[in-house]
């Protein structure tokens, strides 16, 4: 069965000093290099967020990170600025071996959605163009690591399952924010979308 590796979002501003460090989001970076040389696919996926993004909360008037907001397409956590294009924390770790990738999937670009998930906008609609490309290469499983375990990992694995693909999530190389108890609630909704957690 060829399997593709799905690396989400091991940028700067998810690792200890960045905007939006998730802890120890730096340590699944070796791992995931000793994985990406025997996947029969490797992608990479990069949170990619124009200046004023609108999941940033600089962007709405009076409002603090990590405040939840109703947005056209249902609710929204507002972040600190991150990932903002072209900076040096929307760049890959430094150590990440993404010479090793087949292709690399930008989003959160559009300034008016956010986008979680590898496959679809937050308006569960958009699609990012991923579906596809692992359709014409043949890929027929997934797994997946990165970060944030409770927010773009799951929207990516939860995603995958619905779109029928087999997927598993390795917990070992990932990281997650937990706002809330939300990696409680990312682990519960992967379990019922039929995602493997290893
Ligand atoms: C992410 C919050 C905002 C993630 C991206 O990669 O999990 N989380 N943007
Ligand atoms: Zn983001």
């Known amino acids: 069965m060829p399997k593709a590796l799905i690396v989400i979002d091991?940028?700067?501003?998810?690792?200890?000093?960045?905007?939006?460090?998730?802890?120890?989001?730096?340590?699944?970076?070796?791992?995931?290099?000793?994985?990406?040389?025997?996947?029969?696919?490797?992608?990479?996926?990069?949170?990619?967020?124009?200046?004023?993004?609108?999941?940033?909360?600089?962007?709405?008037?009076?409002?603090?990170?990590?405040?939840v907001i109703d947005m056209p397409y249902g609710s929204q956590v507002l972040w600190p600025d991150h990932c903002v294009q072209g900076t040096q924390g929307a760049d890959f770790h430094p150590d990440l071996e993404t010479d090793r990738a087949d292709m690399i999937v930008r989003k959160g670009y559009n300034p008016a959605i956010d986008s979680y998930s590898a496959f679809y906008e937050n308006d569960h609609e958009t699609p990012t163009g991923l579906h596809g490309y692992l359709r014409s290469r043949g890929m027929t499983e997934l797994v997946m690591v990165g970060l944030a375990t409770d927010f773009c990992v799951s929207y990516s694995a939860v995603d995958a399952a619905r779109l029928g693909y087999p997927v598993t999530v390795l917990r070992d190389l990932c990281r997650g924010i937990d706002l809330d108890g939300s990696l409680e609630i990312a682990l519960k909704d992967m379990s019922a979308a039929g995602v493997a957690l290893a």
């Open 10 to 67: 091991v940028q700067n501003d998810f690792c200890p000093g960045g905007a939006l460090a998730v802890e120890g989001g730096d340590r699944v970076v070796a791992g995931i290099n000793t994985m990406m040389r025997d996947a029969g696919a490797v992608i990479l996926t990069q949170d990619w967020h124009p200046a004023g993004h609108s999941s940033f909360a600089s962007s709405h008037e009076g409002k603090a990170p990590f405040e």
